[in-house]
């Protein structure tokens, strides 16, 4: 059974030499395969829409999520200007402090390990793959050559606590802009008086 509230966003942050809009929306599927400390083994899927504005610096993303056979639907919402997150579910919310690296163009030690494609014919797009090392972990991004767009994430590593991951992200429908602003409002339900918590987190990047 799930207790308390789970802050799991997986946006991955962009090598220097290729940046994408500084506003965007579009629609991940995340499968998370991964190991605690204690040796038992946790599976989790996540449909998600993310809007994301680095000039705002602020992320929302509506997920539906399953974690160990068990379904989750919640929305979260990222103000990185306050370090601070709000998570609501069931009319819920609960606030606490941003647990994943904030998305835009930082540098990294990133190769260009590969130069490829999806598609074919005229729906083709030329891409190219890279690979960079955060901590202990390892992480591939496919990057869209036109218009720097993100297709797909890999990442491998192991956590502080002894315990370790596997993660592939993909992309769809990604799309230039912010459709509707308001979902970077603060929501109704997240007033004043929201305790706030530790929470759960996990964002790797």
Request: charged share 15%; proline share 4%; net charge negative.
């Amino acid at each position: 059974m799930l207790c308390g509230f789970l802050a799991l966003v997986v946006i991955p942050t962009f090598v220097i030499a290729c940046c994408p809009p500084k506003q965007w929306e579009g629609v991940e599927y995340t499968a998370l395969g991964s190991t605690g400390a204690d040796g038992k083994s946790h599976y989790t899927e996540i449909e998600q829409k993310v809007s994301v504005d680095t000039d705002r610096r602020m992320v929302y993303v509506a997920q539906s999520m399953v974690i160990d056979g068990a379904n989750v639907m919640q929305t979260v919402l990222q103000n990185y200007n306050t370090a601070t997150q709000y998570i609501t579910r069931n009319g819920n919310c609960e606030k606490m402090g941003v647990t994943s690296v904030e998305p835009g163009c930082v540098p990294q030690n990133a190769t260009a390990v590969l130069k490829s494609y999806m598609g074919a014919g005229n729906s083709k797009i030329m891409t190219t793959v890279y690979k960079y090392e955060t901590g202990m972990s390892t992480s591939y991004i496919t990057m869209a050559d036109d218009g720097c767009i993100p297709m797909a994430y890999e990442a491998t590593g192991q956590n502080s606590d002894g315990g370790g991951y596997q993660m592939t992200v993909e992309f769809f429908g990604i799309t230039p802009g912010i459709a509707d602003t308001s979902v970077f409002n603060e929501p109704a339900q997240c007033g004043a008086n929201v305790p706030s918590f530790a929470g759960i987190g996990v964002g790797r990047r």
